[in-house]
T-cell receptor, first 116, second 112 residues
Framework: DGGITQSPKYLFRKEGQNVTLSCEQN?????MYWYRQDPGQGLRLIYYSQIVNDFQKGDIAEGYSVSREKKESFPLTVTSAQKNPTAFYLCASGSSWDRGLNQPQHFGDGTRLSIL | KQEVTQIPAALSVPEGENLVLNCSFT??????LQWFRQDPGKGLTSLLL?????REQTSGRLNASLDKSSGRSTLYIAASQPGDSATYLC???????????FGKGTRLSVIA
């Protein structure tokens, strides 16, 4: 079945450590997105990519980095510069046009990141 | 900057009741609006997508309406069931492959 796979489901980060969250999709979608979800805050956009080898900062990009070397993959690195990384991270993909109509964005099951 | 507001933040209803969740957005120039469901600790599941040219979409017991001119959407759930308990999120897209802008959600509890 087509979908989005995020791994790992749970991740722990030590002080000063960079960690990378994986996101893979087999939906042939051009665009991919990373969101952060905190309790009571809703979803906030970290980075997004509309095409391979290109990406844009979202509202809260500081302390994060991404790459888009393949259409199927959009990994997110949480760097040591992100001082409050504990959150639920959601990856999504989307494609605007399918026979001329918008199609819904699809989401992975998320990665929960905590500080050790 | 587009802002999306959902009211109420939480709602508790007895099983079998019909209910309405509200979503408002500040800029009426949207591309589409999407309603999602999120169960605790899980990702988001798309429920309904309304194109900017449409007024409503239906799926089973769910009906979503869109009034672009007033910047409002509602999600109507008929004959609610305990399995409908979840957080419901509304999101809008301004254009093309641009990111969704989310509301903070309404947490629904349906009591058996």
């Amino acid at each position: 079945d087509g979908g989005i796979t995020q791994s790992p489901k749970y991740l722990f980060r030590k002080e000063g450590q960079n960690v990378t969250l994986s996101c893979e999709q087999n939906l042939n979608h051009d665009a991919m997105y990373w969101y952060r979800q905190d309790p009571g805050q809703g979803l906030r956009l970290i980075y997004y990519s509309q095409i391979v080898n290109d990406f844009q900062k979202g509202d809260i990009a500081e302390g994060y980095s991404v790459s888009r070397e393949k259409k199927e993959s959009f990994p997110l690195t949480v760097t040591s510069a992100q001082k409050n990384p504990t959150a639920f991270y959601l990856c999504a993909s989307g494609s605007s046009w399918d026979r001329g109509l918008n199609q819904p964005q699809h989401f992975g099951d998320g990665t929960r990141l905590s500080i050790l | 900057k587009q802002e999306v507001t959902q009211i109420p933040a939480a709602l508790s209803v007895p099983e079998g009741e019909n209910l309405v969740l509200n979503c408002s957005f500040t800029d009426s120039a949207i591309y589409n609006l999407q309603w999602f469901r999120q169960d605790p600790g899980k990702g988001l599941t798309s429920l309904l997508l309304i194109q900017s040219s449409q007024r409503e979409q239906t799926s089973g017991r769910l009906n979503a309406s869109l009034d672009k001119s007033s910047g409002r959407s509602t999600l109507y759930i008929a004959a609610s069931q305990p399995g409908d308990s979840a957080t419901y999120l509304c999101a809008v897209v301004v254009s093309g492959n641009t990111p969704l802008v989310f509301g903070k959600g309404t947490r629904l509890s349906v009591i058996a």
